[in-house]
C-alpha cells in the first residue's frame, strides 16, 4: 500500500504539467483532454517544454478581438515564466504583464485603484468596467447614437408626411366636426392622440422586431466569428428610450400635420 | 401632356407632403450614401497611407504586424538590399521617450530609423536627417504639431530621454530639430520624434544597434513585388515579408471587420425603409386620389400613361431626394468621421468615411431600383382600378 501510494505520488511528480487550450486550439490541433502537448517559444523550435492538456476552454468574449483566432492556451504561472523568461534577463522572471483582483465590494473598484495608484505611482491600475471618454466603444456608442439620430430625423419626416396625408383625407369630417361645435382644442387632442398612437404602436412593432431579430443576428456573428461574444442586446431600458422618443415625435407630427386645417375657416375647409 | 409632366404637377399639388417626402429620403439615403462610403473607407484610406510612405514591401518579426524585434536586422536589411528589383531599404525602430523642452516634459514615441536615401515620412519643412552628420550628433524630424506643443522649432534643441520599458533612469541625449515632418500613421494627440539609427540606439544606452522592428523595402519601377517577397522569405524563413496589398488584405480580414459589417446592415435597412416608406406614401396617395385617377381613365388616358405618371412621380421623390442626399450625406460623414477619429490611437491619417465612384454608382443605383420597387404597388393599384365603381362610388361617397 505505501509502497503504492509512493509510486502513484513520483508518477504525479513526473507527470507533464498541467495546460488549458481554448476551444478553437483544441478544434484546429486535434486535442483532447489527456493529451500531451510540447509548446517551444522559438521559432525554430528550440526552448521547448511539455505540457498534459487538462481541459478546453471557451475563450472570454473580447469584442476588442472578436476578428481573431482564439488560438491560445493557459499554464501556471510558474510554468510559463519556466518556458518563456530570458535566461540573460534575470529580471524577465520576476516580471508579469498585469494582476487582476476581485475585490469583495466591486463598488469600491474605483477607490481601491486611486489607492493602489497612489501606493505604487509606477503601475497603471483601472477598474475593469471603466469606460473612458476616449475609449473604442464609447466612441462607437456615440457614432451608433449619432446614427440613430439620423433615423429618427429621417423617420419623422415621413410620418409628418403620412399624418399630412391623413388630415387632408379628413378635411371634410374636421369640417363637419367644427360645424357642430367641436372646439379646436379638442379636434387638436385628438390628432395628438392619434399620432400619439401610431408611433407608438410603430416604436413597439420596432423593439418586437429587434426582438424577434436579435438572436438570428447573433446566431449569425456568433458563428461567423467563432465567437460567444453577444453582439446584439435589447435591453429594457433600451426599448423604453426608443418608445419614450417615437411617442412625442408621434404626437408633434399629429398637430404639426393639422394645424393648418384646423385654423382654416370652415367653409374653406368645405372647398366653399 | 407627358406623364412626367402630369407627374411633377401633382407633386407641385401636392407639395408639403412631396417635400415631406422628399426631407425623408433625403435624410435615408444620406445615411445610405454614408455607410457605402463607410463600407470601404478605412480600407481605401489605409492603402492610401501605406502607399504613401513610398515602400512597397515590409519586413516583420512575426505572422501579424506585431511590433518585436528582427534578430540581425542589420544584415538582413544589407541582404534585402541585394535582392535584384530592391530600390531602397530603411530599418525602424520605436521607443517611448520623454521629451523636455522649455514648456515642460512629454512623451512621444521615438523612431530611428537606418541610413537611407528615402524616409517613411514626408518632409514639410527644414532639411531633415543628414546621415553623413557625426556620430555623436543627435538630428530629429519632429510631427507638425510638435512645434506648438512643445515650444521648438527646427533649429532648437531638445532633450531626449528613452524609456526603454515605460520609465528610464537613462541619461537624456541632446537633439537638434533638423526637420517638420508628417509621419502618415501617427496617432492624433501624440508626437513623434523620428531620428538616426545611431542617435537612437545613444539614447537607448545600447553598446550595439538595437534590433528594427520593421523594415520598409522599396521596390524599383517595374519590379515585382510578390517575386521579391518570395525572394525575402527565402534568405530568412523566420521572418515575415509582406507587400502593401497582403497588408491590406490583413487589415480587411482582421481590424476592419466591424465597419464593414455595420455598413451593411445599416445600408440593408435604410434602403428597405425607404422602400417601405415611399411605398407606403404613394400607395395612401393613391387611395386618396382614386376618383382623379378614375376621371383621368375615363377621359380616354391609357393605363400604361397613368402607370407611367406614377412611376415618374416615385422617381421625382426618389430621385430629388438621393441627390439631395449626396450633399448631406457630404456633410454628414464629416461629422460621423471626426467622431469615430476620436478613437485612442488612430493614425491621424486615418479616415472612415472615404469617398469613391463606385460609392456613388451603387447609391444612384439602390435608389433607382427602390423607386421603381416602390411605385410598383401603387401602379398595379391603378392599373387595376375599375372606372364606372370607382366614380359611382366618389360622387356617392
Known sequence: MV???????????????????????????????????????????????????????????????????????????????????????????????????ALTDPSGARAFANDVAS??????????????????????????????????????????????????????????????????????????????????????????????????VNAYFQARYDTALVFIRVTAPLALRSVAVAAPLGVVAGIAASWTLLRRNILSLFRR | MTPLA??????????????????????????????????????????????????????????????????????????????????????????????????GSRRVTLVGRSGTNANPWRLVRGPGLTDAASPAACEAVVDRAFPSAFGADVGAQIQVTALPSGQSALPAIGCRIVGIADFGFSASGEHTVATTMAALQRAMGDTREGDAEVILVSTAAGAEREAIVRAIGRLRPDVRAYSNADVVEQFDRNGFAYFRQISVVLSTLTTAFAFLLVATLLTVSINQRLGEIAVLRALGIARQRIARMLFWESALLVGVGALAALPLGGVLAVGLDRLLRQMPGLPEGLHFFVFEPRALVVHLAVFGVTAAASAAYPIWLAARLPIAETLRREIVG
Request: cysteine-free; aromatic content about 4%; hydrophobic content about 55%.
Open chain 1, 3 to 101: 509502497a503504492a501510494a509512493a509510486l502513484l505520488t513520483l508518477a504525479m511528480l513526473q507527470a507533464s504539467p498541467a495546460i488549458l487550450v481554448s476551444r478553437q486550439l483544441a478544434a484546429r490541433a486535434h486535442l483532447k483532454v489527456g493529451d500531451e502537448v510540447t509548446l517551444a517559444t522559438e521559432p525554430n523550435g528550440g526552448r521547448t517544454a511539455t505540457f498534459r492538456v487538462t481541459g478546453v476552454y471557451e475563450p472570454t468574449p473580447d469584442p476588442m478581438r472578436f476578428t481573431a483566432q482564439r488560438i491560445e492556451a493557459r499554464l501556471h504561472l510558474p510554468d510559463l515564466i519556466a518556458l518563456a523568461a530570458d535566461p540573460r534577463d534575470p529580471a524577465s522572471a520576476e516580471a508579469i504583464g498585469a494582476i487582476n483582483v
Open chain 1, 119 to 216: 501606493t505604487v505611482p509606477t503601475v497603471v491600475v483601472r477598474p475593469a468596467a471603466d469606460m473612458r471618454e476616449g475609449d473604442v466603444f464609447a466612441v462607437i456608442d456615440r457614432f451608433h447614437v449619432a446614427i440613430s439620430i439620423v433615423t429618427v430625423v429621417g423617420a419623422t419626416a415621413f410620418l409628418l408626411a403620412l399624418m399630412l396625408i391623413r388630415a387632408e383625407e379628413r378635411r371634410e369630417t374636421i369640417a363637419v366636426l367644427r360645424l357642430i361645435g367641436i372646439s379646436q382644442r379638442s379636434l387638436l387632442a385628438s390628432v395628438a392622440v392619434e399620432g400619439l398612437v401610431i408611433a407608438t404602436a410603430g416604436a413597439i412593432f420596432g423593439v418586437a422586431l429587434a426582438l424577434a431579430s436579435e438572436r438570428l
Open chain 2, 6 to 103: 402630369l407627374a411633377w404637377r401633382t407633386t407641385v399639388r401636392y407639395r408639403a407632403r412631396a417635400i415631406l417626402a422628399i426631407v425623408g429620403v433625403a435624410v435615408i439615403g444620406a445615411l445610405l450614401f454614408d455607410m457605402l462610403l463607410l463600407s470601404r473607407g478605412l480600407l481605401v484610406s489605409f492603402a492610401r497611407l501605406l502607399n504613401a510612405e513610398g515602400f512597397d514591401v515590409r519586413i516583420v518579426a512575426t505572422q501579424g504586424l506585431t511590433r518585436l524585434p528582427i534578430p540581425d536586422s542589420a544584415a538582413l536589411a544589407q541582404a534585402v538590399r541585394a535582392v535584384p528589383g530592391v530600390a531602397d531599404v530603411v530599418a525602424i525602430r520605436a521607443e517611448s521617450a520623454d521629451v523636455r523642452t522649455d514648456r
